[in-house]
């Protein structure tokens, strides 16, 4: 499959990999017809998807299985009026449905939009809204249902609610039973209301760490950019298990659980959780045995404390990390445990892998790695001018006005302000700040709202918090600017602590020597606060931003 799009598929060295890497992308490509339907064809019994639940029920599904399905799911949409163009709210968390429903919106044309279960009342109003949703499929669970209920009255645009799963109240249609008495017979549509390559076919809504949500807008050739991330970073095999652990609603979801995957061949592992748990998650992959993981840093942190072992990574090949930087300690502590080395990788919901620590590179724990070939990433100043190795500025990519990067969104929806202040002078601004060393390996220093100045220093968080890591007593912990008045900004740690440890003054005054030993003493947090657990976004992300926000309010009372 990976030579219909690849002239060469394997290389010798990162350099190789980095000049000689090319992308054939088909005239209207269309992920459903030519990677599902095609798999289908030529090899009907291919495993496509490995679903596993909390009671460690194993359902098994081929590609003829997920052609079969995604076409009634197409056949259904079509009867109910939807048509090309039209947008869909998916709030199906890893049912396997999911699938189906996505691939099936793909052949008709619709726009999916993915969404997480833990929306409120005011998320879903405010997306179906800005995005003029016409249906919503969701499951059929009391809280999701409950806020649904309470969204209907004030979203107009929407004229079909689905629930899978349970009793269908009055209002709603029983999706799973439509599915399933939907017909088989879908045939690719033609003409006008054929698929191109630039058509819209799926928008995520941003987590945001601050301000609305904004919306991303990505056309047919997305799932193309994620050839890289999947073979070349996290490296999934033909026949292979992929395991990566994300919602449905998250753009993570994307990366690691359905087109790059599917494009290589690969099967897709699912953990459909309630709520999650480092015992369930270790008793899960000595079921589903995945060739291949991928998680954020909390999950391992949380799976090395629940005392995991080499046997619970018996199958895994090989292991990656992201939606986190990943702190030296996780590396160091998860390869004495299972002999793996945790490949880091950073990219966006806005694209695909833009830096990860590919399979020729040495790997230096802390660092997001080199960039990759899709991507002319470069590290600049505020005058866009490359800065200097050791030097913190922004990541952006290059040249993308001379050529747009296969799986680089193409507009914030609706948001032309937005979409202007991303994309100047040909570059496309990330936001995320950096350094570069002398090999040109990446270190991730934090968003460029999350910079910490104090007293004329510039103090990147991550790297306290990579020190506070290190410390046997922290379980996560957020590193943050709280006002000072002398100072202007002093760092403050907001830390949850590890299983068998209380907050008291004196592990305040340990963990604040135990930074200034580890790295530069000005950078030790002056502000150590204790806390149950930390505020994150819908797709796992520290909202550092409400931790800072809540610190003014403070002062400002």
């Not at 390559?197 to 609305?212: A, C, E, K, Q, V």
């Not at 904004?214 to 970073?233: E, F, R």
């Not at 939606?323 to 590396?331: D, K, S, T």
């Not at 150590?528 to 403070?554: A, C, H, M, N």
Request: charged residues 25%.
């Amino acid at each position: 499959m990976l030579s219909r799009f690849l002239p060469r598929v394997e290389f010798d060295s990162y350099e190789d990999f980095i000049t000689n890497y090319q992308l054939n992308i088909p005239e209207n490509f269309n992920f459903g017809y030519d990677i599902v339907d095609e798999w289908a064809r030529i090899e009907p019994e291919k495993q496509a998807l490995v679903w596993c639940n909390d009671e460690l029920a194993v359902k098994r599904f081929t590609f003829t299985d997920v052609k079969r399905m995604s076409d009634k799911a197409a056949s259904l949409f079509a009867s109910l009026g939807l048509k090309k163009g039209d947008r869909v709210m998916l709030i199906l968390k890893q049912r396997p449905e999911v699938w189906f429903s996505m691939v099936g919106l793909f052949k008709l044309g619709a726009v999916c939009i993915p969404a997480s279960f833990q929306l409120t009342p005011k998320d879903i109003v405010y997306r179906c809204n800005m995005a003029d949703v016409k249906m919503v499929l969701s499951v059929n669970e009391p809280e999701i249902l409950k806020h649904i209920q309470g969204s209907m009255a004030d979203c107009p645009t929407v004229r079909h609610w689905g629930l899978l799963g349970g009793e269908t109240p009055e209002g709603f249609f029983d999706y799973g039973a439509a599915l399933d008495a939907a017909s088989e017979e879908w045939a690719r549509p033609t003409g006008d209301a054929a698929t191109t390559n630039s058509d819209p076919m799926l928008t995520y809504f941003t987590s945001g760490t601050s301000g609305m949500p904004k919306m991303v807008l990505h056309d047919y050739t997305h799932p193309l950019g994620h050839i890289v991330t999947a073979k070349y970073w996290q490296q999934v095999e033909n026949n292979g298990i992929h395991l990566t652990q994300s919602d449905s609603g998250w753009a993570k979801f994307g990366w690691g659980k359905i087109f790059g995957q599917w494009i290589c061949g690969s099967a897709i592992g699912a953990y459909d959780t309630e709520k999650f748990s480092p015992s369930g998650m270790l008793a899960m992959l000595r079921v589903i045995r995945p060739t291949t993981f991928c998680a954020p840093p909390t999950i391992y942190r949380f799976m090395i404390k629940e005392n995991l072992t080499r046997e619970d990574f018996a199958s895994v090949k090989h292991a990656c990390i992201a939606g986190e930087p990943l702190n030296p300690e996780v590396f160091y502590r998860f390869r004495d445990l299972t002999g793996l080395e945790l490949r880091d990788g950073f990219g966006q919901t806005e694209g695909s892998v833009m830096l990860a620590n590919f399979k020729w590179l040495e790997i230096k724990p802390g660092s997001a790695g080199r960039p990759a070939p899709l991507y002319h990433l470069d590290i600049v100043d505020r005058n866009g001018k490359s800065c200097e190795e050791g030097i913190v500025g922004s990541i952006v990519a290059r040249d993308v006005d001379k050529h747009h990067p296969t799986g680089l969104f193409r507009c914030y929806y609706k948001d032309e302000a937005a979409t202007a202040k991303s994309f100047v002078n040909g570059m496309y601004f990330t936001g995320d700040m950096a350094w570069r060393d002398e090999d040109g390996y990446f270190w991730f220093t934090g968003r460029d709202d999350d910079v910490i100045k104090c007293s004329g220093y510039r103090i990147g968080p991550f790297e306290v918090e990579s020190a506070l890591m290190e410390h046997p007593s922290v379980l996560e912990c957020a590193v943050t600017a709280a006002p000072d008045p002398v100072r202007g900004q002093v760092v403050k740690a907001t830390i949850v602590l590890a299983r068998g440890y209380s907050p008291s003054e004196e592990l305040k005054k340990e963990l604040q020597n135990h930074v200034k030993k580890v790295t530069a003493p000005y950078k030790y947090p002056r502000i150590v606060e204790f806390v149950e657990e930390l505020p994150k976004t819908t797709s796992g992300k520290i909202r550092r931003v409400e931790i800072r926000q809540r610190d003014q309010e403070g002062t400002s009372n």
